[in-house]
């Protein structure tokens, strides 16, 4: 209730500043700006998602813990329309003369020219998924292959006798996805590690007594995520687990799932912590998932940024990579990372 | 007598195995004007785009200038100089009309369109029709008479040796027709052979060297110069004799059923107009095109409220805002477009006859299906509306039947006062008289009949009573007994300024 | 009814084929999904049928169904609004939409593309302003409410109808006796003809076009409901996303003319089954599901390809039928 108003106000107050005059700020999403009290000419850092989801809410929260630790005008931004919308928004803020900016490229491939536009004008650092071609100064996450890789043990467990295992992510057009599937493939299969792989969607892949049927995309349609799953479970009656990649797959994995009465009989191994998909955990619906700490990409993005914006270039280590790493989120820890979870969230505002 | 220009040959055409053209022939000589009439249907504008290029016929041949050839496109047939006006208007009516006159032969420098050229050009052609708009003004801005002058100007920019033109007074008022009338005798004289399709008997008797008579598809036959009579054109068209052409008979006529004060349009917000109507009389309503006859009718029928003014229907004070109160109030509008203002095209003749009177036969917002039957069953008779059934689109029914199916959808609405905006415009002689004959019948059952009419002879054969507008305001009135075209004309051109009963 | 004989053949035939190619396409839970999501969007491709009947266009329905799909959600587990006063804020807000709408296109003559593509921009900006982009939803709760979308009717041993079909069946039967029995479906289908001509026979016609886009944005938000129910969560961003060119693709498949005056409900109906049969048969027959619109694209564009040159061989039969019968008469 408490964040939502909040939030409410911050978008308002956001529409407001736009409509006097502030033409060349951003339209979209403002997840919540906060601003040191006093002091001269402070820095300005912006945090750029790849999209809107509870998933940046949470590293908004760190965003925010951030800037007030900090002392630094820190914000965050959501990109409503895709690759487009994240590229005018950069532009924006580059425009608004902004000091930092943390990029999660929706299109690392092909998004190098506008990071390293931005670099010139700006500290800039990835977060979530990385750009390595370009000129960023670090990259802050997980490494997904290994995440995927981790969500793929959890199938195992699930599983232990091997069975069919149906993938459902949003889109495969960015990096992390790609090698978050790939990572849950090759576990699943016992390959060795090797995050440039790709699979196309369309094989069927046999393995170590697991059969990968295939991989399905909605391009963030829910009504198409759910008939996904409810068409994969007409096609396959006997299928034994249902992998859900992005973090509204599983929720609605376990409505097709409970629409079908085939709670619990369908194994689901999920990814990230939406709310539907830590009560699974705790019925027992759902196996468990992995989770990526979008809270402290938060905050070390504003760290970083802040450490290198006063001339600290040793916040940068040499494999240019700062690692925050995924957890396994099973029925025993997951009431404890509820818990954690509250009190971040709680903690931001 | 010169070598013709142009010879049909054994003309015929079929349309998927019905016979439109049985072997019809026709020659055009320089420096005459070739009169076609026939009824709807009897083949004349099939004919004419065989001329044209626009068709190609079946078997026969064409010769030009003493060849024969073959016209397999509107340009080939432009290459021999033979140019066809379409009674249809062909014209893009969101270009200017500079524009519309070079369509498709712009001339041009490089690629770039010639303006100068254009303009001067069309200024020339323009005035040679007696139009007097800028070649700059937007066509859809024109009336549709003076539309009709852009298309003839757009044929004589072609410098054409054949004209082919297709009922083109048909939406002229008396003034451009007579321009137009002057211009073809012009280019007569010039040499150039003149084809000419109309209805307007009269008018071919005034003009024709020559007169050429279909009837279903064929030859009927040919009158020369001094043969040329109405009834001997009549005869020929439908194979008989018309007894007398205008049924009128005098009316005795009752109360007053429509009084209008002071009504001003929003057409013409500088001119008031007032006039009575009385029950069973026929009025005329006459002017010329922009004198505002069809601005005062979409104004009684609500279609364009009046600014301001009052009119009682059998003395009780009406507002008119909407159609729909004007039919509550007892008026009906033959519009003047049909197939824009009166028709669903695509629907049936059931669904257009019972569209005006639905919502009086309706119990709860349903349709009443039994009623609609019954409707048709007795306007298609009455009306000998002929189609092929009650389903029938109304698009592929003739224009007089179209017409009869209009009138029929506001007979069924029972109205006191009929206006019937050019209720003849396009309607084969026929049904032309059948017309006439119910507005004859609804005078007589005691409605009260205004029709605007271009058609200066319609005026005089029917009308009780001719109102005559100009420039937005009733320049006068004639009683039957006063009729005269030079009466009507010199009224619609207000001539003579009669200190009328509506200045203000 | 002749008339979609095409568009009901061709449906056949992707049944038939999709049947002989998976086991499961006929399995009463496949069957089931099919027919629900067919439900929820023959619910709205019959509200969009209506305006595209009068010969408009209505492009803000995808973001209808989002306003409304986020709303009632928020307005029930964050508002804690009373379920009632919930529903009937929806309602309102859907109506009123078509009823603005309607107001804008009659009485300022804007353009309907135009209208409702602000429409567009407009709602679903309104819902991510309310929502803050949060995605809303039912959680666990209101499980009773949400049978509505996912409860199930027995019908046949092992074989249940899904409740968004009933409602489907009401709207359709409405629709169907209001467009084919009621003065005001034959003034829809008139205006959409000829709006002059309707307008010079009396047809009160800026009524009858506020009341189509009141019907479409009405039947949006009734689909907007049962989406959330079913789905049970929204996100603002892209809920009801192009949903408004199904519903457009489904009338037109069904037989409705852009140019107006033309369509049926049953049309509108075989033609929102096929397009959801379309999309199921891609998931279950191919192991590819990034080829979707390409297919669904072509199969419409053969749907409407034919029923063209149908159309043209029935006009020219008739057209020498006429011919004959002046030249006879």
């Not at chain 1, 700006?33 to 750029?48: H, L």
């Not at chain 2, 053209?21 to 000589?29: H, I, Q």
């Not at chain 2, 801005?141 to 920019?157: C, N, P, Y």
């Not at chain 2, 009929?418 to 309607?427: A, K, Q, S, Y």
Request: charged share 20%; aromatic share 6%.
């Amino acid at each position: 209730m408490k964040l939502h108003s909040l939030l409410r106000n911050a978008a308002l107050l956001g529409l407001l500043s736009l409509s006097l005059g502030a033409c060349n700020k951003p339209a979209s999403t403002e997840g919540g700006t906060s601003s040191p009290s006093g002091g001269e000419k402070s820095k300005k850092i912006a945090f750029v998602t790849n999209g809107v989801a509870s998933f940046w809410t949470i590293a908004a929260a760190g965003v925010k813990a951030a800037a007030r630790d900090l002392k630094i005008d820190a914000q965050t931004l959501m990109p409503a329309e895709g690759i487009s919308d994240q590229k005018r928004m950069v532009e924006d803020l580059l425009t608004r003369g902004i000091d930092g900016i943390a990029l999660s490229p929706i299109d690392p491939a092909n998004q190098t020219e506008l990071i390293n536009m931005a670099a010139k004008k700006a500290k800039v650092i990835t977060h979530d998924s990385d750009a390595p071609k370009s000129e960023r100064l670090l990259y802050i996450g997980m490494d997904n292959y290994k995440a995927g890789r981790m969500c793929g043990e959890l199938v195992r467990e699930a599983m232990p006798a091997g069975g069919t295992v149906m993938i459902f992510i949003g889109r495969l057009e960015q990096d992390n996805a790609k090698r978050r599937r790939q990572g849950v493939i090759d576990a699943l299969l016992g390959r060795p590690e090797d995050s440039s792989r790709f699979d196309e969607t369309s094989a069927v892949l046999e393995g170590k007594g697991f059969k990968i049927l295939g991989t399905l995309t909605d391009q963030f349609d829910r009504a198409k995520g759910k008939a996904n799953a409810e068409d994969a479970l007409a096609k396959y009656p006997d299928l034994g687990c249902m992998v859900g990649l992005f973090a509204y797959n599983p929720p609605l994995i376990l409505e097709a799932l409970s629409q079908s009465n085939k709670l619990g009989k369908v194994k689901l191994v999920a990814f990230d912590e939406d709310d539907a998909t830590l009560d699974g955990i705790e019925k027992g619906s759902v196996f468990g998932t992995v989770v990526q700490d979008p809270y402290m990409y938060g905050y070390k993005s504003v760290e970083v940024l802040s450490g290198l914006l006063s001339g600290k270039p040793e916040a940068v280590g040499a494999d240019k990579f700062l690692d925050i790493p995924a957890r396994k989120i099973l029925k025993e820890n997951v009431v404890a990372f509820r818990t954690e979870l509250k009190t971040r969230l709680g903690a931001a505002q | 007598m010169a070598s013709p220009l142009l010879e049909a040959r054994q003309i015929s055409k079929s349309f998927a195995g019905v016979r439109a053209l049985k072997g019809v022939s026709l020659s055009v000589y320089p420096g005459e004007v070739l009169a076609v009439v026939g009824e709807n249907g009897a083949g004349k504008s099939t004919l004419m785009k065989i001329l044209a290029g626009v068709q190609r016929p079946d078997s026969g041949e064409l010769v030009v200038d003493g060849a024969v050839r073959t016209i397999g496109s509107v340009q080939e047939a432009l290459r021999f100089g033979i140019a066809l006006i379409h009674q249809e208007l062909n014209l893009a009516e969101t270009l200017d009309v500079g524009a519309n006159i070079f369509l498709g032969r712009e001339p041009h420098r490089c690629g770039w369109v010639d303006a100068v050229r254009i303009e001067t050009e069309a200024r020339i052609v323009l005035e040679r029709v007696g139009l007097s708009v800028e070649p700059g003004a937007l066509v859809g801005d024109l009336t549709i008479g003076q539309q009709q002058l852009v298309e003839i100007a757009k044929a004589l920019s072609v410098n054409a040796r054949v004209l082919i033109m297709d009922e083109p007074t048909s939406s002229l008022s008396d003034h451009e027709a007579k321009v137009l009338l002057r211009l073809i005798r012009e280019l007569r004289s010039k040499g150039t052979g003149i084809v000419y399709i109309s209805h307007r008997l009269g008018e071919v008797q005034g003009l024709a060297d020559r007169v050429e008579v279909l009837r279903d598809g064929d030859n009927a036959g040919r009158l020369l110069r001094e043969e040329i009579s109405h009834g001997a054109m009549v005869q020929l068209m439908v194979g008989r004799a018309l007894a007398q052409f205008y049924p009128h008979e005098p009316h005795e006529t009752g109360e007053v059923v429509l009084d209008v004060v002071g009504l001003r349009t929003r057409a013409n917000p500088g001119k008031v107009v007032d006039f009575q109507l009385r029950a069973g009389e026929i009025v005329g309503l006459a002017g010329l095109v922009g004198a505002g006859r069809s601005e005062l009718l979409d104004a009684l029928f609500g279609v364009v409220p009046a600014l301001q003014g009052t009119v009682r229907v059998s003395g009780e004070l009406v507002e008119l805002r909407s159609p729909r109160m004007a039919m509550d109030a007892g008026i009906a509008l033959v519009p003047e477009d049909r197939k824009h203002q009166g028709l669903f095209l695509e629907m049936g003749v059931r669904e257009n006859l019972s569209i005006a009177s639905l919502h009086r036969e309706q119990t709860g917002g349903f349709l009443n299906r039994a009623k609609e039957r019954a409707l048709c069953e007795e306007m298609m008779p009455a009306l000998r509306i002929k189609a092929a059934g009650v389903e029938q689109p109304v698009q592929f029914l003739s224009g007089g039947n179209q017409q009869k199916v209009v009138i029929g959808k506001w007979l069924a609405t029972r109205p006191g006062v009929f206006l019937l905006d050019e209720p003849t415009r396009g309607v084969d002689i026929g049904a032309k008289q059948e017309i006439y004959r119910l507005m004859e019948e609804l005078a007589a059952n005691g409605a009260a009949v205004l029709f605007v009419s271009s058609d200066l002879e319609e005026i005089l054969g029917m009308s009780d009573r001719v109102l005559v507008l100009h420039e937005g305001r009733l320049s006068g009135e004639l009683l039957r007994k006063d009729l005269s075209e030079e009466a009507v004309m010199r009224l619609a051109t207000a001539a003579h300024t009669e200190v009328a009963a509506s200045s203000i | 009814m002749k008339k979609n004989l095409g568009i009901f053949g061709l449906l056949v035939v992707v049944c038939v084929v999709t049947a002989l190619l998976s086991d499961s396409f006929l399995s009463a839970y496949n069957v089931e999904n099919v027919l629900r999501r067919s439900a929820l969007f023959g619910i709205l491709s019959i509200g969009v049928g209506f305006v595209i009947i009068t010969g408009g266009i209505d492009l803000s329905l995808g973001s209808v169904v989002c306003l409304v799909g986020c709303a009632l959600p928020w307005l029930l587990t964050v508002q804690h609004w009373p379920l009632p006063l919930a529903l009937l804020a929806v309602a309102a807000v859907s109506l009123g939409i078509g009823l603005f709408h309607g107001l804008l296109i009659t009485k300022l003559r804007i353009q309907p593309f135009i209208v409702t593509l602000c429409g567009l921009l407009l709602y679903r900006g309104v819902a991510r302003g309310f929502t803050a982009d949060q995605t809303v939803g039912f959680g666990t709760e209101f499980k009773t409410l949400r049978l509505l979308s996912t409860g199930k009717v027995p019908f046949l041993p092992g074989f249940d109808l899904p409740a968004p079909l009933f409602f489907l069946a009401l709207v359709a039967i409405l629709a169907a006796l209001f467009l084919n029995r009621t003065i005001f479906g034959r003034y829809l289908l008139a205006l959409g003809r000829n709006p002059q001509a309707a307008t010079y026979s009396g047809i009160p016609t800026q009524r009858m076009t506020v009341l189509a886009y009141v019907i479409s944005s009405g039947l949006a938000g009734l689909g907007g409901v049962l989406f959330v129910l079913d789905v049970n969560s929204a996100q603002p961003v892209d809920f009801g996303n192009f949903y408004e060119l199904y519903a457009i693709a489904a009338a037109v498949l069904g037989g409705c003319s852009l140019r107006g005056g033309e369509g049926s409900i049953v049309g509108i109906l075989i033609g929102a089954t096929l397009m959801q049969v379309l999309r199921n048969t891609i998931t279950l027959v191919t192991t590819r599901n990034n080829v979707e619109f390409a297919i669904i694209g072509a199969v419409i564009l053969v749907g409407v390809v034919a029923d063209e040159l149908a159309r043209r061989v029935a006009a020219r039969r008739r057209a020498a039928r006429v011919l004959l019968s002046s030249s006879a008469g």
